[in-house]
């Protein structure tokens, strides 16, 4: 009985970790994840264990990162036809708490350029071309 407990217990970790479609580490803690389809690809916080918490949520399709902020571009609910963009600042966010205190946008590319430039935020580095 202890045996089939033990199996039932690992196949329900290996059938909630073990389907992630994508899971690239960024930087620091943050992975862009998809869990069951790309089109749940997201900027996230690796909380440990096979789970993660959304930090620019989906469609995701582009990120760019350094040691200060992760910048990504991003289509609402598979609507190819808005981008929006957004940027982490990585010393404002905490593995805990308001999971969104450290993102700013959604932005428009000119609002995002001009941000751009203030705060030199990183360019784009990574493109997922299925999802662009």
Known sequence: MKAIKVTSLLLCALAVGGCDVRNEKLVGPYVLVAIDTESQMSVSYDVGGGASVG????????VG?????IVAKQHPGEDRSVTN???LEIAKDAKYGDQFKAVTGPLTERQFLAAKATLR???FRKTIKSLE
Request: charged share 25%; net charge negative; proline share 11%.
């Open 121 to 123: 935020l990183p360019d």
């Open 55 to 62: 930090r620019i949520l989906p469609v995701v399709f582009s």
């Open 85 to 87: 963009f957004y940027f």
């Open 65 to 69: 990162w350094d040691d200060r902020y």
